[in-house]
């Protein structure tokens, strides 16, 4: 008797749970992704390149997910297309628990600038080739 009580104790808190749970991911994942909930961090350690800059990013969140929910949003496939990027080493794209969402991006850093067969090109250290960009903006040390 006293075993089928236990059971109907779990059961119901298992269902009170799972009914929770549920309500909650429901209202997370129709929450808006604002720009004031979009975070981006170009990790630049060595050299203070931009190759790439934040409102391009921006772009690319917005184009990927047109609806703005955090349910519609493809996280791996929004930090791939960032990573295909000529111009970007890395990218770590994640959501926090409010709906913020973080993209920490590691440009390129170049080494030397090339140019092969009338084509200008970069050079990183890792000797991975990237084309020149429009917007580069790169100190000059004297």
């Known amino acids: 008797m ?19 749970l549920s309500f909650s991911l429901k209202k997370f994942s129709g929450q808006k992704i604002t720009d004031d909930k979009i975070s981006v961090k170009m990790n630049n350690e060595k050299t203070p390149v931009d ?46 628990l409010n709906g913020k969402l973080n993209l920490d ?17 970069y050079v990183d250290e890792k000797g991975t080739e990237f084309p020149i960009s429009k917007i580069i903006r790169i100190p000059v040390c004297l």
């Open 105 to 121: 991006i590691k440009q390129r850093v170049p080494v030397f600038r090339l140019n092969k067969d009338g084509k200008d090109f």
């Open 51 to 96: 190759f790439i800059n934040e409102k391009d990013i921006r772009e690319i969140v917005k184009k990927e997910n047109p609806s703005g929910k955090v349910g519609d949003l493809n996280i791996p496939a929004l930090e791939k297309k960032i990573n295909n990027l000529p111009a970007v080493d890395s990218a770590n794209v994640y959501l926090n």
């Open 2 to 20: 006293k075993n089928k009580y236990r059971i109907l104790k779990i059961a119901i808190t298992v269902i009170i749970l799972g009914f929770l």
